[in-house]
């Protein structure tokens, strides 16, 4: 089997294309013949070794985590999937590897793809909808009373929490560049304003709930920003922030674990049409580690990139 994977951790040299023996599989385990696999930030912080505490230093590693593709063996105690289905998931945080012909991840990671949906816009839900899911549904809570800031907001992360937040019938402004702007409009961000012109602050009405997806706000400046009772979410984590985040009930981080039970419902909203992902471009998996590495250094699509098998 083929799949993208590094010997050390670091940069974007690490990666290549190499052979893979598939691990046997647990009882709560499934192998999935991958379709489609999306790019998310994660999977360069991963190589680069941010989160070697937990992944730890036996190699070679996989990279990649979110995919879609069709079941092909199933564990002894696994009943939501059988072999054949058409799913999409994510993998372990500490196990990346979606980026390979075939992966072995556990069951609850992944659910049944929506017949509706391509593979290659099922893989791009998992990361970014958890992660929004979390910040939105379980931290922030939003309703139709909701006045709410995404800092990011045409990003992956922060246009499925626009749909989510609007699905639940929350007011919802946006920074994202100029570029973006118009993008950001036709998905119901109003108002919208340009990141490069940081004056906005300033001239608006406080918020219920500031998310910064970008990990650009400064914590201050967005806590001014917020009513009494306003939070402010956060998904960039840093050793300072996650203390200030134990002690703080204005300023909370999210992660995408903390929703992957939902992964479930996200395939229902997406089936029902309230998530859509903008798809930027889609490479042929013998292209991935160009594509990876372009993504990575800030090649900048429109859209998600996804690999396609
Ligand atoms: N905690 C978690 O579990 C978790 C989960 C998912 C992601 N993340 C992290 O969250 C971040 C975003 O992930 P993503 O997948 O949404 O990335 P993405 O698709 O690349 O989106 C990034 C967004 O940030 C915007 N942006 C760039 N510079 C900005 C600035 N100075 N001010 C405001 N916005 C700015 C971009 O806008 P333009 O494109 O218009 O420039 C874009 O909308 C990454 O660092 C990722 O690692 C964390």
């Known amino acids: 089997m083929k799949r993208v994977q590094f010997n050390h951790y670091g940069g974007a040299h690490e990666m290549y294309m190499g052979e893979y023996q598939l691990p046997q599989l647990k009882r709560d385990e499934v192998q999935v013949r991958v379709k489609a696999a999306a790019i998310n930030p994660l999977d360069w912080k991963q190589r680069q070794g941010s989160m070697k505490l937990l992944m730890g230093s036996a ?103 626009v749909q989510l937040a609007l699905a639940k019938g929350a007011r919802v402004a946006g920074t994202c560049s100029q570029a973006s702007m118009l993008n950001a409009r036709l998905a119901g961000v109003d108002p919208v304003f340009n990141y490069a012109d940081d004056e906005y602050r300033h001239s608006i009405e406080p918020f219920d709930v500031i998310f910064d997806t970008a990990g650009t706000l400064d914590v201050g400046n967005g806590l001014s920003m917020l009513k009494p009772k306003g939070v402010f979410i956060d998904i960039n984590p840093t050793p300072k922030r996650m203390i200030r985040g134990l002690l703080s009930r204005r300023y909370k981080l999210v992660f995408a674990t903390m929703a992957t039970q939902h992964l479930p419902e996200i395939a229902a909203l997406a089936a029902q049409g309230v ?15 160009a594509t990876i590495t372009a993504v990575e250094k800030g090649q900048r699509v429109q859209g998600r990139v996804v690999l396609s098998l």
């Not at 931290?139 to 992956?156: P, Q, Y």
């Not at 998530?275 to 580690?289: N, Q, R, T, Y």
Request: aromatic share 8%; hydrophobic share 45%.
């Open 59 to 161: 190699f070679p590693k996989g990279i990649g985590s979110d995919f879609s593709g069709i079941v092909e063996a199933v564990g002894k105690d696994v009943s939501n999937i059988k072999v054949g289905d058409d799913v999409f998931g994510t993998m372990d945080v500490k196990k990346p590897g979606a980026f390979a012909e075939v992966l072995v991840t556990a069951s609850r990671y992944v659910t049944k793809k929506p017949s509706h949906l391509s593979f290659t816009e099922a893989a791009c839900l998992p990361i970014p909808v958890q992660t929004a899911w979390a910040a939105m549904y379980l931290k922030a809570r939003v309703s139709d009373n909701s006045r709410i800031l995404i800092n990011g907001c045409t990003g992956a992360v922060g246009s499925m929490a």
């Open 275 to 289: 998530l859509k992902s903008v798809i930027g471009l889609e490479a042929p998996f013998s292209d991935a580690v």
